[in-house]
Each structure stands twice: as C-alpha cells, then as structure tokens.
C-alpha cells in the first residue's frame, strides 16, 4: 500500500480551514495543520483520521518562519489562514479607521505573509498551493452581467480610494500569492468564496460573524438587519469548498481563479427561507422595494472539476437542523455523518 499524500493546511481551526482537515483526512491524506493555539487544536484529533495521519505545528501568519515546520515534507499548501479583518490592532472597525493605518494593519500584513509563505513552499518543493479568497476580489467598477472570474476583477487602486479596506484585502492578497507563485513554480488555485454557512465544527466557529447572526435569529433576536436589504448574497458550503480544494491540489491542469460558491440569491429569498426554521420574532421587516436581480455568474470553471455544490436550502437548513441538538458534539457528529 502507497504512502498517503501529505498536505498542509494552515488555519486549520476557523471554519473553512476545519472542514479543509476533516475532508482531507476522509479522503486518507497525511495533514500537517497549522494553528495559532495548540490547545483549541486538541479538538481536531476527534477527526476520523486523525490518531495516525494529522500532526499539528504551531505557527501563525506574523512569523512566516513558524510555516517552515509544517511545510516540510507537504506536497500541497491550502492556505486558509487570511480571514477578512474586521477591525484594526486596537479593535475599531476597520471603517473607522484612517486611510494610512487601515492599509498597514488590514490589508499589507496579509499581502506580506502570503507572499513570504509561498517562497518557504517553494523552498521546501511544494508543488501546487490554494488560496482561499473571496468574491470581493471579483468586483470591477464596471462588473459583467454574467461574472467571469478571469474577465471580472477588483481594481486594488479603486478599493483603496473608496475606503474598502476589507475587500482591498482580498485583492492584494491574490496579487502578491500569484507574483510569489510564479516566482518559485508554484501552481497556484485561488477559490472565490463567499458567505460561509454550515454547522460548526468547533465551538468557537459559533462565535464568527455569519454563525452567530444566524444563530441569533434561531433565538428569536434580531440578527443584522432591521429590513430586508434589497440586494443579494452568495453562500458558500465550507464542506464543499474543502473538497473543491483537494480537487484542484490533485487535478495538475488547475490552476488560476475559481468561483466557489453555490449561488446567488436576494436577501428576500434567504429570509424567507430561513423563516423556515426561526421565530418571526427576529426576522427583519420587508423594506417594501423590489429586490434587486441577484448576482449572476458564469460556473463553467466551477463545474469543470465535476465538485457537486450545495443547493442553498439545503446549507440553510442543514446549519438551522444543527442547532436543534443539544449533546456538546451534535455540530461535529452532524457534520460527520454526512
């Protein structure tokens, strides 16, 4: 029998990066994951999997050299390290912060780190590496009415003069990872998700901003909005992103950006369908506008590696039905018995 394949993921303990390890250890990789806290990470050894073919290493993006370890020995890298910032060192929002400060503390550490981690890859004969960005990186003035994610990308000049900091940092970070890639040979995925929904695979993932808000409203609290928005919002399934992954670090012929997300839909259709399962107590108010036309994009890339996506109402419902056990490992136990 073949020695499995090794892989390291880093941020191996926020959402994205747990389904990242528990999907890789289902399909028999060997996982070098990295975390900042070693202790939080003790929960990823009740992965199937886990007692013989996970290793974890601490090591955190402020020290690029801490992924040294780790990467040794990894034939793949997903990088599942960079969530968006929400706030600057001293905790104000980032909308609040000054233009100067908002770069150097949301969006250049990023763009720093990526690029340093990328040239210890390569250094340590790493050959394809994933990054995990998001969909405001495809975002031009000017957006196509099908988006394509080759065609449609953000203007970094134009996140920075209009203040949007956090979808700067997407942007940037993409730019740095592909000149770091091309630099040292590294075949290069970039996965444009969006907002992640799934049931928490960690305590604290019940903390993170989408979670919670929808958490919120299974109380009958309000969650973001006091009426409907008239837009639209794209979800991701965590789970599939993860196989999405592993996907394009087995599949030589990918690289290059993908969409990885299910679907567009307005916040009408989501509200309605999360009333489903909550109180109307915590329900924003209709807003009495016409929804806008929900966000449309070109999924040929997507579907070409023949990843199945999760159909909305089935994230939704799968989170809210989550909720409703009570044992301390009823998040985990759903997850895993998919």
């Not at 780190?113 to 994933?130: F, T």
């Not at 995990?132 to 000017?142: E, L, M």
């Not at 992640?196 to 993170?208: I, R, S």
């Not at 924003?284 to 016409?290: E, F, L, M, T, Y």
């Amino acid at each position: 029998m073949s020695e499995p394949k090794t892989i390291c993921i880093a941020g191996a303990t926020g959402l994205a990066g747990a389904y990242m390890v528990h999907e890789a250890l289902h399909q028999g990789y060997r996982v070098h994951a990295t975390v900042r806290d070693v202790h939080r990470a003790e929960r990823l050894r009740r992965f199937p999997g886990a007692s013989d073919r996970l290793q974890i290493f601490q090591a955190h993006t402020e020290s690029p050299d801490s992924f040294i370890a780790p990467l040794t020995g990894a034939e793949a890298v997903i990088l599942a390290c960079f969530p968006t910032p929400r706030s600057g060192r001293d905790g104000r929002p980032v909308a609040e912060l000054e233009p100067g400060r908002a770069w150097r503390e949301i969006v250049a550490p990023s763009k720093v780190a990526c690029r340093q981690i990328l040239q210890i890859a390569g250094q340590a004969e790493v050959s394809a590496a994933v990054l995990c960005s998001s969909t405001a990186s495809a975002a031009p003035a000017t957006p196509s009415p099908v988006l394509n994610e080759l065609r449609d990308v953000s203007s970094l000049a134009d996140q920075r003069a209009t203040g949007k900091y956090m979808q700067a940092q997407k942007t940037a970070l993409e730019q740095a990872a592909q000149e770091a890639a091309d630099q040292v040979g590294l075949r290069l995925t970039t996965l444009l998700s969006s907002m992640m929904v799934a049931p928490a695979l960690l305590p604290w993932h019940m903390e993170g901003h989408v979670l919670r808000f929808l958490a919120a409203l299974a109380r009958g609290e309000p969650g973001w909005h006091r009426q409907v928005p008239s837009g639209s919002m794209s979800l991701t399934d965590p789970a599939d992103l993860a196989r999405f992954a592993l996907a394009a670090c087995e599949t030589p012929a990918v690289s290059g950006r993908y969409f990885t997300l299910s679907d567009s839909w307005t916040w009408a259709r989501i509200y309605q369908e999360i009333a489903r399962y909550v109180p109307a107590t915590g329900l924003p108010a209709p807003n009495g506008d016409v929804p806008h036309l929900p966000t449309l994009y070109d999924f040929s890339r997507r579907d070409s590696l023949g990843v199945r996506f999760t159909p909305i109402e089935d994230m939704l419902g799968r989170f809210f039905q989550s909720l409703s056990l009570t044992a301390a490992d009823a998040p985990l136990r759903d997850a895993v018995a998919d």
